[in-house]
């Protein structure tokens, strides 16, 4: 094997004993001009892997595919997941990947396999500092049907790993979902919205990973049906923890929304009471402080129990109605 770097930027090239692997970083109109010359790719595909706006898709062509996939990319400033493109050609004798370098599987990868062509200079001392997973990856048939599979598999393992992150957030909401003195509204709003992008991410992937081994077939002399169908469970696990992430969230939205709203009526009910209660003195107090002569009033103030006999009549007076309006209550059930 060899590694090599083209005068030109942004394209990586790895070349083993049955395969030749262009990676193109953050392409260019000048890295894409390349392939058409290189390799004669259809116009059309060159124009895919530079555009937004493409869905998941695998266009068979008589010497090779074309896939694009998109694969989640986690915002941390806004806490939630975008789709980022990973384009792919794909044939028995090469294998181009192109995209825009933000997904750090697919450079982990290259570079685990610019270290197994290192290996080959001292094999004995080399392989043995790379982890299990590159030892079992050494061993392995390099052909361009394999070299696919563990492209793929890459991305998809992270995307399992973003999964468990995804459980993780919900168990550590659920308690304060549950939790009345918390309001968990934001929480769950972002967590919901995370989850409905990752939903329209995934769902279109699914479609593509399953279609895969039937258009690799005729590439390959292997039987890859294992491996490709491996990596169909993992994209069916990672939508079924999507499909529970959905069903539980929306329980959680819907929990603390009755518990907000429950709160909200508690403290209405509070208020109501309150201003309930002060209705009779309320409407003592504006008749006393209009400016007539009232029984009681400053003209003629009852003395019989001292000299704030009329402020303990207006005080019992407005007493009374209360408690009643509270033995009413009590009987009616309403508190």
Same mark, same amino acid.
């Given at each position: ?19 030749? /692997? ?46 694009? @996939? ?61 982890? +299990? ?21 890459? !991305? @998809? ?122 209705? +009779? ?11 007539? +002569? ?32 509270? /033995?009413?209550?009590?009987? !009616?059930? /309403?508190?």
């Amino acid at each position: 094997m060899s590694f090599k770097n083209y005068n030109i930027p942004n394209i990586n090239y790895l070349e083993g004993t049955s395969f030749k /692997w262009i990676n193109i970083d953050n392409p260019t109109q000048e890295n894409l001009n390349f392939l058409i010359n290189e390799y004669q790719f259809h116009p059309l595909d060159i124009e895919d892997c530079l555009s937004k706006t493409q869905l998941p898709k695998i266009d068979e062509y008589q010497n090779y595919l074309f896939i694009i @996939l998109h694969l989640p990319k986690y915002l941390k400033d806004k806490k939630y997941s975008v789709p980022s493109q990973v384009s792919i050609f794909f044939s028995e004798d090469y294998f181009v990947s192109i995209h825009s370098g933000d997904l750090k599987p697919i450079n982990n990868f290259f570079k685990t396999c610019k270290e197994l062509v290192d290996c080959q200079d001292s094999p004995t001392e080399n392989i043995a500092r790379l982890n +299990p997973k590159s030892r079992a990856f050494i061993t392995a048939d390099m052909s361009t049907a394999f070299l696919l599979y563990r492209f793929i598999y890459n !991305l @998809l393992d992270n995307l399992l790993r973003m999964m468990g992150k995804i459980i993780y957030n919900m168990e550590e909401i659920e308690e304060k979902v549950f939790d009345e003195k918390i309001d968990a509204v934001r929480e769950v709003t972002q967590l919901r919205h995370d989850i409905a992008n990752l939903r329209r991410i995934v769902f279109p992937l699914k479609r593509v990973i399953h279609e895969i081994e039937n258009k690799v077939r005729r590439f390959t002399t292997d039987d890859m049906s294992v491996y490709f169908g491996d990596l169909s469970d993992t994209v069916d696990k990672v939508w079924a923890i999507l499909e529970d992430c959905k069903e539980t969230i929306e329980i959680y939205k819907d929990t603390d929304f009755i518990i907000s709203s429950d709160r909200t009526n508690k403290i209405l009910a509070l208020l109501t009471i309150v201003f309930t209660y002060s209705i +009779p003195a309320t409407v003592l107090g504006t008749f006393y402080g209009m400016n007539i +002569p009232l029984p009681g009033g400053g003209d003629e103030p009852f003395i019989f129990l001292g000299k704030y006999t009329t402020f303990i009549l207006i005080l019992t007076a407005s007493s009374i109605p209360a408690f009643l309006m509270y /033995w009413i209550f009590k009987k !009616l059930r /309403w508190l």
